[in-house]
């Protein structure tokens, strides 16, 4: 069997006009906020589905059935499957796609990166948003295949992450792995996230600009890498407030 996990629902109405093959799993998750550091799998979703309430005023129950239950299907793949994980470049994506890839690493299916190949430099963080069908059937023709050794470079670098161990982050973004781009700015990222983010919004607003439409887009200016969305925006301008 083929899944494809995708990083979110608003990609999943242009992927099913593609006709590629396959179940969808998608991946609700903002791993990028909240608690993440569990000793056990199920112990994970509790808290998960506990900060999503506080946080966001989400229901538990309908957290367990939709987000927990699509992300635990890939516990359950074998080795005759095969994980297409369909993920952007910047940090709130790539802690997605770490995550993923630690719970494929000892189920020994294949998988494969797909990723918003022919983006401009410049607009590198901007992932599939504007990617049309032709667009995400030619991302998808050219998947690079993770060996076991990026499956285990994806699974060490959510464990890093998961622990805010940033010396542990800072080798492994020195490897070079095909299925890992932008590592190094991705990990940079991860580790100045409790700090960069708050100072850029807080040179944002010193200006005295209270409009936050016009926050929003100089903050993914200035801070792309992060792939904060206005959720995450507004309870970092709580804190700069």
């Not at 990609?11 to 590629?20: M, S, V």
């Not at 994980?83 to 995550?99: G, I, K, R, T």
């Not at 998947?143 to 622990?163: P, V």
Request: with cysteine; aromatic share 12%.
């Amino acid at each position: 069997m083929i899944y494809h996990v995708l990083p979110g629902d608003s990609l999943a109405g242009e992927f099913r006009k593609t006709n590629i093959r396959g179940e969808l799993i998608i991946c609700r998750e903002a791993l990028i906020s909240g608690p993440i550091d569990a000793n056990s799998l199920d112990e994970f979703w509790q808290q998960r589905a506990r900060f999503i309430l506080a946080e966001y005023g989400g229901d538990e129950i309908e957290y367990h059935e939709t987000t927990a239950a699509d992300l635990n299907k890939l516990t359950e793949l074998t080795a005759e499957d095969e994980a297409d994980l369909w993920f952007e470049y910047e940090l709130f994506c790539s802690v997605n796609m770490w995550f993923c890839v630690s719970l494929l690493e000892l189920i020994g299916a294949r998988a494969y990166r797909v990723e918003p190949i022919g983006l401009e430099e410049n607009d590198r963080w901007d992932g599939f948003g504007k990617f049309e069908a032709d667009d995400l059937r030619s991302c998808f023709e050219l998947r690079t295949e993770f060996s076991r050794d990026d499956i285990a470079l994806g699974a060490a670098l959510w464990q890093a992450y998961r622990r805010k161990d940033h010396e542990k982050l800072t080798v492994l973004a020195a490897t070079d792995s095909p299925c890992f781009p932008h590592l190094k700015e991705v990990v940079e990222a991860a580790v100045t996230q409790d700090m960069l983010p708050v100072e850029t919004l807080r040179s944002i607003t010193r200006s005295g600009e209270t409009d936050f439409g016009k926050i929003f887009i100089e903050f993914k200016k200035r801070a792309g890498v992060y792939g904060f969305g206005d959720l995450q925006v507004k309870t970092l301008l709580d804190k700069v407030s």
